[in-house]
């Protein structure tokens, strides 16, 4: 039987865990570490105005936040930032939504057909339908989409929920319909080894799933297109007049540590966050390991340019299946585990998404509830 | 001839001043005087979780922003918190679609029909329009509306953009299927006098034009419904998972601040603001006096239960018309004012909406412009 430690956290012992969110709260403790040099202060009249820089197409987004992302891919190697606008947002959630307004609405006709391939991101559901937009139609499953007209193929790489490296499925080279949406939310190099310096039209990054800090609602796009990028802004615009200065402000000095701290021995947070991932991803093996029950996918390794040695991929979410015939996500929250449903994600329910970004004592508990676990 | 302060700001003697936006600095140097007060500091492990509160109903909502908001209404007495529950947003621009969502995804038929009385916020167009929802239709002007079937009137008062105070004028008590958004940007003391505690079903506010701090995209939401209330929530969840926490934490120490000058003899914040306002006004009111041009709506007085005397109106816009056959926007981009188009407010061409609190050098050279213009 494997050893999982037991949580010292009483209160939590047997109660209700939630690992539905991807809640991203593992990484706390290196910002403790940090003491005060990500500390922000802000006095009372600072940042009153909408306007950040009347000179910049994006002009709600702070310079020195510009400034910091470009800084801080140029370290890590994981995407191009020349000749493209950078779009920030509340969140990568709005500017995902920002992204397929501003490809729809340069499309020829509509609705314009949305897909992912499966299993996918599952709020990409809830994002293409909840206003019922009769611009856009969510069409689920890009394996196996061939409807005619303009489209757009929401690619997630690393994949969420499963940590699968993706390309496009759809592809129509003899039309210029088809557009894509890269989310990169976890191309960084504690989740998966850094293979390419990513180019594409439309990248779409968020400061929750880096740092963890998701309080913060901070996300940004990568745009090659002027038109693109200007309809980004636009939809930002009517959305909510812009994203919070205080936040931006915050993560532009929290993304400059980071940076900076890429170079050092001691203090590299993405070292200190793929410690943390990789520990995790051990001690879950090994439960699933001596379970009959579950299974977890296999990640090949690769070359890590940022770390400059083969490394393994681990994941910010775990897609735990099951070998039996039964409803997993009912079964976890029987045990108080909250995980999300595989069929949300557009496959079965022998699957769900588990977050691995909990804070320890939650992580242990939910490896002791899972081990506790029989067979039907 | 009036005298007009001339600028000292030798840069803005010939360039563009813009006030389409209300972009809000008037009150920055009230927020310097204050010194330290308001000031936060933010560690980097501070506020890194989705989750404010996760026995609230808005689980995304900062409890001391909660308490900051209920305690601001209560010593101004221009609304009822009892009872209520309160939603925060990214601006009260997300939460005016937050609420058109709710209540057409709880309404019998679709599209609702949303309407405001004319002239009305130029925004509401684009708010409801954008996304080309089939939930819900802006059918434009209220008065004159007489379609059957669900509609939402939007009522904004003091109203942007000509400062009345405004009731519904769709009134249909024989049936169920109307429903009322009351957007009280304005309702503030520095503005209109404070006649009546406010408790209607849905009221939104806005943190930018209180204070002047509209870089912090803060509003909030006063529900007394709960389904509406959960359905305003799950649309800011898919909408941008929640809102700024640094944002929330600052607007909360700013409120506090504010409510405690309340009770100031020399500190009171809507003393300060009422009397820039009534300084502007003033100075505006002389100069389209000395025009044969330019009119201007006159406010009925009124008393005030939070000044305790009975007081004038100075809204946050200008609603200025001319007497000519003109285009009133066009003339003044001429003269490098930019104003917002009475046709965008469901006008005409003889109005534009003028901001009346930007910074004050803009302002007076605003009135500088305005008193150079002649008759055609």
């Not at 939504?97 to 949305?114: D, T």
């Not at 977890?296 to 400059?308: I, R, S, V």
């Not at 949300?344 to 242990?364: A, P, Q, T, Y």
Request: hydrophobic share 35%; glycine share 6%.
């Amino acid at each position: 039987m494997v050893k999982v430690e037991n949580s010292k956290n009483i209160a939590l012992s047997d109660s209700i865990i939630n690992l539905d969110h991807g809640d991203p709260t593992a990484y706390e403790e290196y910002w403790r570490k940090m003491g005060d040099r990500c500390t922000v202060t802000i006095r009372g009249w600072d940042l009153m105005s909408y306007f950040s820089d009347v000179n910049n197409l994006c002009w709600f987004l702070e310079p020195e936040l510009a400034e910091a992302i470009k800084e801080l891919h140029g370290a890590v190697g994981n995407a191009a930032t020349e000749d493209r606008y950078i779009v920030v947002g509340t969140g990568s959630t709005q500017l995902c939504q920002a992204a397929v307004h501003a490809l729809s609405s340069l499309a020829g006709s509509h609705p314009v057909s949305v897909v992912a391939a499966a299993p996918f991101y599952s709020t990409y559901v809830e994002e293409t339908t909840y206003v019922r937009s009769g611009m856009y139609k969510w069409e689920g499953d890009a394996w196996g989409f061939d409807k005619k007209g303009p489209y757009i193929e929401l690619v997630t790489s690393p994949n969420n929920p499963d940590g699968t490296i993706r390309e496009t499925v759809v592809n129509r080279p003899e039309d210029d319909e088809g557009k894509v949406i890269h989310d990169f939310a976890y191309y960084w190099p504690h989740y998966t080894p850094i293979t390419r310096r990513q180019d594409h039209d439309i990248m779409l990054f968020t400061f929750s799933k880096i740092t963890g800090h998701a309080g913060s609602r901070i996300g940004w796009a990568l745009v090659k297109d002027k038109e693109v990028a200007k309809k980004m802004v636009e939809y930002i615009i009517v959305n909510s007049i812009g994203v919070s200065k205080e936040s931006q402000i915050r993560a532009a000095k929290i993304l400059k540590v980071l940076k900076e701290n890429c170079e050092s021995e001691s203090d590299n947070f993405f070292e200190y966050g793929r410690e943390i991932m990789r520990n995790r991803w051990e001690k879950l093996r090994e439960v699933v390991k001596e379970s009959d029950v579950f299974a977890l996918p296999k990640y090949p390794e690769a070359y890590c340019n940022f770390f400059g040695k083969t490394l393994e991929s681990y994941p910010a979410f775990a897609w735990l299946g099951t070998k039996e015939e039964t409803d997993l996500v009912s079964d976890l929250r029987r045990q108080k585990v909250m995980s999300r449903a595989g069929e949300r994600c557009g496959s079965d329910k022998k699957h769900v998404r588990v977050s691995m970004l909990s804070r320890e004592d939650v992580f242990n508990v939910f490896l002791e509830r899972l081990a506790n676990m029989k067979a039907h």
